[in-house]
């Protein structure tokens, strides 16, 4: 994780030799923390041809104030707000970007959150990889930031500690198909040969699903050296445990068997555990491996530029023990919550509970 995360922040960075039009695609769904702040970053990037694509569900989305703010206030740029109620199957983010990607022009499409906050070099970073003609799917890194209140900050602790790294991980290794869709990009003609996004919008795990058929054309996936930045915005402990428990609802459906075996790497709870039961000998095995679970998590805290991460590694151990609780509800829970819907989920995909 050092070394990419290292890579990840060298000063020069890559421009494409051509720069083909690319459809910044953000999909948006009611009011967030920081939204405007997250969303103008979108009109300032160093590339010369793009267009911006806002996207909405609903017309009476508090949230379309703020898309009318950004446009008048950039309208030297080409910037497009989307209010498109079609929904091509329960998976609201992507029928969001769905309805975007009908009316964009891009030979490149770029799927960034609402929550994503991306500096000026973001798009000819993500871009830059496709000067490979392999390349189908070029993807980035990005960290948790900005966490105000506790379950914030077990949250980026989440985030950042355990998500970013096991991305990494199976990125290098192959272990598992790494394709993060909070900040993704897909050329245009690999999109079609895979059967366009209305397929995936049955799934919870839409970006997964986007990788594995990528990777079946024969195309790559690829990382670009670069980390965007995600805010976290979590008013109570409830919302936190919701939300974890929807996140371990997603890496299960991905990878349910690598999911299942993530609790040999559990090393917090079971050092707890062995202490408990072998009494205060073991209290040694319980220091070393809480000093070494900090002491990384601080490195990569480091390499992250994650200074809010570094303040609330005091939290870490009990981010741990309550993740194996998470665990465990991720396999007998079959309902999950996306912006106050709910859903169950069968076989990997989702039913929406009316």
């Not at 309805?99 to 993500?126: C, H, P, R, T």
């Not at 272990?175 to 799934?203: H, M, T």
């Amino acid at each position: 994780m050092s070394g990419f995360g290292l890579h990840a922040q060298r000063a020069d960075t890559p421009s494409p030799a051509t720069h083909p039009l690319v459809s910044l695609i953000k999909p948006v769904c009611g009011l967030e923390k920081n939204l405007y702040e997250n969303l103008v970053t979108a009109c300032n990037q160093d590339y010369p041809n793009y267009e911006v694509i806002y996207s909405l569900q609903n017309k009476n989305d508090p949230a379309l104030k703020i898309l009318e703010k950004i446009r008048s206030e950039n309208s030297n740029k080409k910037i497009l707000i989307v209010v498109d109620e079609t929904a091509v199957g329960p998976n609201g983010r992507l029928c969001n970007i769905y309805n975007a990607s009908q009316k964009s022009s891009g030979e490149i499409f770029v799927f960034s959150d609402s929550d994503m906050f991306l500096e000026k070099d973001y798009l000819q970073n993500i871009i830059a990889p496709f000067e490979d003609q392999k390349v189908g799917v070029s993807c980035t890194l990005f960290k948790a930031w900005k966490a105000n209140n506790i379950p914030e900050s077990l949250e980026l602790l989440s985030f950042n500690a355990d998500f970013v790294p096991s991305i990494v991980f199976a990125y290098v290794t192959k272990a598992s198909i790494a394709c993060p869709g909070g900040s993704q990009a897909i050329r245009r003609d690999v999109l079609e040969k895979i059967g366009g996004l209305k397929p995936l919008a049955n799934y919870l795990v839409e970006d997964f699903e986007l990788g594995q058929r990528v990777l079946k054309t024969g195309f790559k996936i690829h990382f670009a050296p670069y980390v965007a930045a995600t805010g976290v915005d979590l008013k109570s402990f409830k919302d936190w445990w919701r939300h974890q428990v929807y996140w371990d609802q997603n890496t299960r459906a991905a990878n349910p068997v690598g999911f299942f075996f993530t609790w040999i790497i559990r090393g917090i709870p079971f050092a707890c555990l062995y202490t408990l039961l072998a009494g205060p000998q073991a209290a040694a095995v319980f220091a070393v491996t809480l000093g070494t679970r900090i002491t990384t998590t601080i490195i990569n805290s480091l390499f992250l530029k994650d200074t809010d991460g570094i303040k609330a590694v005091w939290l870490l151990p009990f981010r741990d023990l309550l993740g194996i609780f998470v665990w465990f509800a991720s396999f007998v829970k079959r309902k999950t919550y996306w912006k106050g819907r709910q859903f169950i989920i069968q076989k990997g995909k989702m039913v929406e509970v009316s």
